[in-house]
Every structure is written in structure tokens, then in C-alpha cells.
């Protein structure tokens, strides 16, 4: 923009930065109580918050077993999480690992792990005691989704991690290691603790992630005991042909996720501040 | 490893008083050549310190005595082990060898007082109890007794520093390598950590110093080495090699580096166009 006056070749009107600026606000405005208006107009109030938001509805989704649910949903993902960061962590520090088959493995396991879609991966763990019948995956349903959902979340979480041991500078191990620690105890309490330091705001983005993720468990034939939020909701939303319970279990994540995410973005601004 | 080059030295010496010993050292990195054949032996309780332009290699040399670079060629030997063999107990030999960074390397997540007891407690197993007694004794001799809670990057880098030679001091080495460890700093700092390193050598520590600080040079070490291109170009007592260099090579650097008005011209060698890495 400016470039041109920089360079001394005059618009006809050149108006300032800061008018210009000003109009395009002004058009912005105009166009937004242009959609405010038309939404007014043509857009039935009632009949929207009947079916997305009925108050009997809204009572009797919160009043049927809501905290169950959004318990399970909270139980779903942590498990998950803890599983794919202990899962994420080993994998990073295999793909830094001088052995390569340990890096090839590690790497053809993220691979595939990022390429196949969650929902086919969670089938395969809720079939498979059927297809070993030998097999039982404990604490069920919540051990299948664990495995299931931790496994995809470690193959994420593990390149995050390795960027994190990346980013400890190599003074660190060095200063470590001319202590006499082995390689292990410095990556243990050393480079670790600053990784997990670095990588915790895009940490508590994948937990968001898995929060929103967790919602695939409904594919698996699970008992009203076992029902996540958007299980739940959907279930509602079924049995009485309204949204509301649906809409009521999406604000729900809301709870969860919100706070997570302005979490993020205050780690974010301190790390910031603190270079 | 057979010892062609030397004839009737014995290697190692045997001589418990000759704590570093370093035969025929050669590093390179890829094609480039850092270290083209050092013999070095520093004795119990001499401070040596090593200086020359940037790129010559002291640091290289330094790096290699703690194993943190793999020599190329050569034997290394600490307090007559040698840590150049691939059976050695590295981490333990290490333990007996401090090592300060020009970059301090401080752990930062932990405090000062944590940063001194980490090894204490997880490589010599004290417990935590005499961990801290011995980190604090340590961190008063730096003069930093009241900031043992303090986190790194709350303290000032002529701090920081201090709490890195406390550390490494904790570990109660025999000896202790220092790597520039005044060039990161404002000038204003220089001087607190200068006089920890001057009571530690009065104290009658084995140092071996890489610094441009030639006043403290001529003043605390017993032997000055001048290196360039990757060989020990000169060495002897500080009033010789400072005072009266023989080599040409050796005058022509503290030229430069004593006279600041020789500074801009030809600073390839004394500021360096290497990568300024510890
Ligand atoms: N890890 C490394 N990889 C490649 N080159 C290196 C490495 N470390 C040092 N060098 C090179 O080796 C030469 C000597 O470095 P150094 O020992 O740090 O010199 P000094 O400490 O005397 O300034 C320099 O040219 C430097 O760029
Ligand atoms: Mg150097």
C-alpha cells in the first residue's frame, strides 16, 4: 500500500492511512447490519429456537444423565491423551534415536497412524475381541478407547515432542553429560522437562483435538453407562425428534474446550514474552 | 592404537601429578581439519591457559579433553585413565573434570541450588541432604549463597556464570576446563567471575583456560599456550608468551589483541568469521 507513495508515484486522491482505513471499516459495518437485518426479517425467531433450542428439551437433556455423559467424554479423552503421550514420547525419542530401525519403525508408525482415519482405527480395536476371541481389552468400553484413540493421538503428539527435544540447544546435553550424566538421565532430567516446557501450548491443542476426537467413540456398540456427550445427545435427539439435545451437547465441549483453548493462549503469550 | 609417532616417551606418563595428558591429538569435522597433532600434558594444580584467534581450534581442544568431540586421532588421559579408549568409563572420568561453557548452559527450569545438586543426587547418589549442603558451601564460595532459589534467567550472566563454575565445582573435581567463560558477558561482569577463577586457582586447582583475557592470563596462569591453525604454536610462562613472544604468528595476535586500534582491520582472525559456537 504505502509502497507507492514510497516510491513517489501519487494516487489521485491519496487519502491517508488512517482515513482509509476508517472507510473500510465504515463498508464493513454497513455489510454487517445488512445480514442482521435480512436475518431479522426473514428468519423466524420461534420457530429456530424450537427446534435448536426447546426449553423442556434443554431440561430434560441436562436432567436425563448430562453429567454422566460429559464425565465420560472427560474420562474418554484423558485416558486417551495419557496413552498417546506416553505412546508419543517413546516414539519421538525413538525417531531421535542412533539406532535406525528404531527411527524406521517410529516413522512408518506415524505414517500410517496419521493416514488412516480415527473412526477406522476405533472399529478395528472395538472388533477385534471378536475377531480374537481370546481377547479382552480391559476396563471396557474405556481401554478400547484409550488404545484406540491414544494410539492415533501418539502418532501426532510424537512429532510435536521431537520438535520440542529439538528445540532444547545442544548446550544443555553437553553441560549435562560433563556432569557425568548418562545420555539417558540428561534426556530424563534435563531435555525432557525444557521439551515438554516448549510443547505443552500445542500439547493442550491436541487434547482439544482429542476432546472433539473422543465424539467417534459412538461407533462403538456402547451400554447408556458408557454414552459420550454427542452419543447422548444424538440418542435424545432421536428418541424426540428435536436438536435441542444436540445443541446442548455441543455447547458442553464448549466447556471443556474454551477454557483449554484460552489456556493456550496465555502459555502462548508468556513463552512469548519470556524470549 | 600403537604409539608410531612418539619413541621414548611412555604413555601414559604413570605420574599421578600429570592429570591431562593428550598425545598426538587431530580432529576434523567433514574435510575441514581443526586439530592437526597436539601433545599436551597439564600437571596437578597448574592453570594453562590457552589462547589465539577464533577458529584455531581451543575450544576443539578442550571439547575433546571431556570426550564432548570425538578425537579424529590421538590418546586422551585423565588422571593417567584413558578416556580416548572405547572401554572407558566416560561419565565417570567426567565427573572428575568441571566444565564451564562460554554460553553458561545453566539448566534453566531448575533453580541455582538445583542446578548444583542435579548430578549430586542422580550421578554420585548423595542424598539430597548433603546435596544441598555441599551445592550451598559451593554457591557461597561464588558469592551467590542468597539467590540459591533463584531461577537462571532471573540472574545476570556474571551470576550466572558463577552459579555454572558452582556447580561444576560441586561435583569436587580435580580439575577444570574453561571455555571463555568472560566473553559472553557485559564488561561490567567480567571481574566477579575473573576473581572466582583467580581464588580457585590460588586454591590450587588444575585449570586449563581458554580466554582472551590476557591480563588475567599474565597474571594467574603458570603456562600460556598460543595455538593457531590447530597446532600449539608456542608456549611457556605468561612473561615469556605474552611478554616476549618468540613466534611471529604469536606477536602478530596480541597485536591485535592487546592494541584495540588494531581491532577493526583485520578482524577475520581476532572477532572471528567462524560461527561463534562455545
Ligand atoms: N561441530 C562442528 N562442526 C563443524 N565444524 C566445527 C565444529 N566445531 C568447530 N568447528 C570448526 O572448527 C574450527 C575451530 O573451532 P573452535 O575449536 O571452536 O575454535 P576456537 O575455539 O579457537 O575459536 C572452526 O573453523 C569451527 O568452525
Ligand atoms: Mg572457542
Known amino acids: 500500500m504505502s509502497a507507492i507513495t514510497a516510491e513517489g508515484v501519487r494516487p489521485k486522491r491519496k487519502l491517508s492511512a488512517r482515513k482509509r482505513g476508517q472507510r473500510v471499516r465504515i463498508v464493513q459495518y454497513a455489510v454487517l447490519a445488512l445480514l442482521v437485518l435480512l436475518a431479522i426479517l426473514f428468519v423466524d425467531g420461534r420457530q429456530v429456537s424450537q427446534v435448536f433450542f426447546r426449553s423442556d428439551m434443554v431440561r430434560r437433556t441436562i436432567s436425563t444423565n448430562l453429567p454422566l455423559a460429559f464425565l465420560n467424554t472427560i474420562a474418554y479423552t484423558g485416558g486417551a491423551f495419557v496413552v498417546g503421550l506416553a505412546g508419543g514420547t517413546v516414539l519421538a525419542l525413538m525417531k531421535l534415536s542412533h539406532v535406525g530401525p528404531y527411527r524406521w519403525l517410529a516413522t512408518i508408525y506415524t505414517e500410517f497412524f496419521r493416514g488412516v482415519p480415527a473412526l477406522i482405527v476405533l472399529l478395528t480395536f472395538g472388533l477385534l475381541p471378536l475377531a480374537l476371541p481370546g481377547l479382552k481389552i480391559p476396563l471396557d468400553p474405556y481401554g478400547t478407547v484409550w488404545v484406540g484413540l491414544g494410539m492415533v493421538s501418539a502418532a501426532y503428539m510424537s512429532e510435536t515432542i521431537r520438535a520440542g527435544i529439538q528445540a532444547v540447544p545442544k548446550g544443555q546435553i553437553e553441560a549435562a553429560r560433563s556432569l557425568g550424566m548418562s545420555s539417558g538421565l540428561a534426556t530424563r532430567r534435563i531435555v525432557l522437562p525444557q521439551a515438554f516446557r516448549i510443547v505443552t501450548p500445542p500439547l493442550t491443542n491436541e487434547l482439544v483435538l482429542l476432546t472433539k476426537d473422543s465424539s467417534l467413540v459412538y461407533v462403538l456398540g456402547l451400554t447408556a453407562q458408557g454414552y459420550d456427550l454427542t452419543k447422548y445427545g444424538k440418542d435424545l435427539s432421536n428418541t424426540y425428534a428435536n436438536v435441542t439435545p444436540l445443541v446442548i451437547a455441543g455447547l458442553s465441549y464448549l466447556v471443556i474446550t474454551l477454557p483449554l483453548t484460552f489456556l493456550v493462549r496465555k502459555m502462548e503469550a508468556r513463552q512469548a514474552r519470556s524470549k | ?278
Not at chain 2, 600437571?43 to 589465539?52: A, D, M, N, P
Not at chain 2, 574453561?178 to 567471575?193: H, K, N, Q, R, Y
Not at chain 2, 586449563?208 to 598460543?226: G, L, P, Y
Request: charged share 25%; hydrophobic share 40%; with cysteine.
Open chain 2, 1 to 278: 592404537m600403537s604409539a608410531e609417532s612418539t619413541t621414548a616417551v611412555k604413555i601414559p606418563t604413570g605420574n599421578r601429578e600429570d592429570e591431562i595428558q593428550v598425545y598426538d591429538l587431530h580432529k576434523s569435522f567433514g574435510d575441514l581439519e581443526v586439530l592437526t597433532g597436539i601433545d599436551l600434558v597439564v600437571r596437578r594444580g597448574e592453570v594453562v591457559c590457552v589462547i589465539g584467534p577464533s577458529g584455531s581450534g581451543k575450544s576443539t581442544l578442550l571439547r575433546c579433553v571431556n570426550l564432548l568431540e570425538k578425537p579424529t586421532k590421538g590418546r586422551i588421559f585423565i588422571l593417567n585413565e584413558e578416556i580416548t579408549d572405547p572401554d572407558a568409563d566416560v561419565d565417570r572420568l567426567r565427573t572428575q573434570m568441571g566444565m564451564v561453557f562460554q554460553s553458561f548452559n545453566l539448566f534453566p527450569h531448575l533453580t541455582a541450588l538445583q542446578n548444583c545438586t542435579v548430578a549430586l543426587t542422580e550421578v554420585l547418589k548423595k542424598s539430597p541432604a548433603d546435596a544441598k549442603a555441599i551445592a550451598m558451601e559451593n554457591l557461597h564460595k561464588v558469592g551467590l549463597g542468597d539467590r540459591a532459589d533463584s531461577y537462571p534467567l532471573k540472574l545476570s550472566g556474571g551470576q550466572q556464570q558463577r552459579v555454572a563454575i558452582a556447580r561444576a565445582l560441586s561435583m569436587d573435581p580435580e580439575l577444570m576446563l574453561f571455555d571463555e567463560p568472560t566473553s559472553a558477558l557485559d564488561p561490567e561482569l567480567v571481574g566477579d567471575v575473573l576473581s572466582v577463577m583467580r581464588d580457585l586457582a590460588a586454591g590450587g586447582m588444575t585449570m586449563m583456560v581458554v580466554t582472551h583475557e590476557m591480563a588475567f592470563a599474565r597474571e594467574v596462569a603458570d603456562r600460556v599456550i598460543f595455538m593457531d591453525g590447530g597446532v600449539i604454536v608456542e608456549q611457556g610462562p605468561p612473561a615469556e608468551v605474552i611478554g616476549n613472544p618468540k613466534e611471529e604468528r604469536t606477536r602478530t595476535f596480541l597485536r591485535r589483541v592487546l592494541d584495540p586500534t588494531h581491532l577493526p582491520a583485520p578482524e577475520d582472525e581476532v572477532t572471528g568469521g567462524s560461527p561463534s559456537r562455545g
